[in-house]
T-cell receptor, first 112, second 117 residues
Framework: DGGITQSPKYLFRKEGQNVTLSCEQNLNHDAMYWYRQDPGQGLRLIYYSQIVNDFQKGDIAEGYSVSREKKESFPLTVTSAQKNPTAFYLC???????????FGPGTRLLVL | DQQVKQNSPSLSVQEGRISILNCDYTNSMFDYFLWYKKYPAEGPTFLISISSIKDKNEDGRFTVFLNKSAKHLSLHIVPSQPGDSAVYFCAASPREWSGGGADGLTFGKGTHLIIQP
């Protein structure tokens, strides 16, 4: 089945620790995105990538980093510089820029 | 400044009746609009979209209406069913680079639809 997978479903981070959230898609989509959702809020764009080896900052990129070495993978690292990392993180992909985005199941990140 | 606004945080509708969810936008460069449905702790699911060259798009029980002059769109669900209870997000996108800010979709804050038996 084609789709987007995110792992893990839940992730715990200790103070000062970097953690990496995985996102994989087998839809052959060029563009991939990371969003963050906080309670009562819409989705806010962290980073996006239109093509392999290229990525751009979104509205709230501070404290996060990404890489896009393969078309099907777009991992997100939450660094220790992100002071409020507790949130629900959603990965999405689209055939190309500005097209309909399809979302993965999400990863909930909690701070210990 | 919110470019996509969903002014009703929640909406309660009786099963079998029509649900109408509203969305307003301010950026005149937006010309592609989408609705997503989201259950708690899951990713949003794409429901229906509309391009600015149309004023209506229908898919089964879901119809989206676009009023460009008013910068307003709405999602109609007829008839409403218990499984429709979820948070609905409106999203918008330019089809060309509009300059400044981040790319991708711009989302509203969502409306929690509750279908009552």
């Amino acid at each position: 089945d084609g789709g987007i997978t995110q792992s893990p479903k839940y992730l715990f981070r200790k103070e000062g620790q970097n953690v990496t959230l995985s996102c994989e898609q087998n839809l052959n989509h060029d563009a991939m995105y990371w969003y963050r959702q906080d309670p009562g809020q819409g989705l806010r764009l962290i980073y996006y990538s239109q093509i392999v080896n290229d990525f751009q900052k979104g509205d709230i990129a501070e404290g996060y980093s990404v890489s896009r070495e393969k078309k099907e993978s777009f991992p997100l690292t939450v660094t220790s510089a992100q002071k409020n990392p507790t949130a629900f993180y959603l990965c999405a992909s689209s055939p190309y820029r500005w097209e309909t985005q399809y979302f993965g199941p999400g990863t909930r990140l909690l701070v210990l | 400044d919110q470019q996509v606004k969903q002014n009703s945080p929640s909406l309660s509708v009786q099963e079998g009746r029509i649900s109408i969810l509203n969305c307003d936008y301010t950026n005149s460069m937006f010309d592609y609009f989408l609705w997503y449905k989201k259950y708690p702790a899951e990713g949003p699911t794409f429901l229906i979209s509309i391009s600015s060259i149309k004023d209506k798009n229908e898919d089964g029980r879901f119809t989206v209406f676009l009023n460009k002059s008013a910068k307003h769109l709405s999602l109609h669900i007829v008839p409403s069913q218990p499984g429709d209870s979820a948070v609905y997000f409106c999203a918008a996108s330019p089809r060309e680079w509009s300059g400044g800010g981040a790319d991708g979709l711009t989302f509203g804050k969502g409306t929690h639809l509750i279908i009552q038996p």
